[in-house]
């Protein structure tokens, strides 16, 4: 079983609605990062939380520590959003930067 | 504006071959990393370095090799192409930071067949 789930692997939205991917983890963490890979490889990060809730334009993330669980949303989401969404964390006993990554959610809004 | 660069976007290499892919980073950081990217698989991490000349296993060492000479610069190798090596490789970069922020930066990636 992988350290960090996500779940749906693939979303298929229409232009305008409502998009939430999630991110279960099985272990202790420190942080957990969102991050955005567009059709070509490019990744970029998108948050980075250890508590609460932060946004970012359209972007909402949250996270529950005690339930471990992270949600990822999209408003008012566009075509241009379309890109698979990865979740990963940084273990709670891992010194360094190294991430543990879920197999990615794979988002295409349609127009 | 913070920069990872790839030596190359594709690459086609025959079985046995003796393959390089180079990182480079142009932030000063001092955490280097090397992926693979496989369909249903996600983000495997191979090697990762903490310093000059300093390197550790990741995940999915085996087949895999890594050389850090310079700062800025972080190669992976794989002493001789098999067809399972095939992958999108990703190098990615970070800084030690206070608190955990430390975010990864990610260079555009190296599409590699082995044939």
């Known amino acids: 079983k992988n350290e960090v789930e996500q779940s749906p692997q693939n979303l298929t939205a229409q232009e305008g609605e409502f998009i939430t991917i999630n991110c279960s983890y099985s272990v202790g963490i420190s942080a957990l990062h969102w991050l955005q890979q567009h059709p070509g490889g490019g990744i970029v990060s998108l948050f980075m939380l250890s508590s609460g809730k932060k946004k970012h334009g359209r972007l909402i993330a949250t996270i529950n520590i005690q339930e471990k669980h992270s949600s990822l949303h999209i408003t008012a989401s566009h075509p241009r959003d379309s890109a698979v969404y990865i979740c990963?964390?940084?273990?709670?006993?891992?010194?360094?930067?190294?991430?543990?990554f879920g197999e990615g959610t794979q988002l295409t809004v349609n127009p | 504006d913070v920069k990872v660069t790839q030596s190359s976007r594709y690459l086609v290499k025959r079985t046995g071959e003796k393959v390089f892919l180079e990182c480079v980073q142009d932030?000063?950081?001092?955490?280097m990393f090397w992926y693979r990217q496989d369909p249903g698989l996600g983000l495997r991490l191979i090697y990762f370095?903490?310093?000059?000349?300093?390197?550790e296993k990741g995940d999915i060492p085996e087949g895999y090799s890594v050389s850090r000479e310079k700062k800025e610069r972080f190669s992976l190798i794989l002493e001789s192409a098999s067809t399972n090596q095939t992958s999108m490789y990703l190098c990615?970069?970070?800084?030690?930071?206070?608190?955990?922020?430390?975010?990864?930066?990610f260079g555009p990636g190296t599409r590699l067949t082995v044939l």
């Open positions: 990963a964390v940084r273990l709670a006993e891992t010194s360094g930067s190294r991430l543990t």
């Open positions: 932030m000063d950081h001092e955490n």
């Open positions: 370095s903490y310093d000059v000349k300093m390197k």
């Open positions: 990615a970069s970070s800084s030690p930071a206070s608190g955990i922020t430390d975010t990864q930066y």
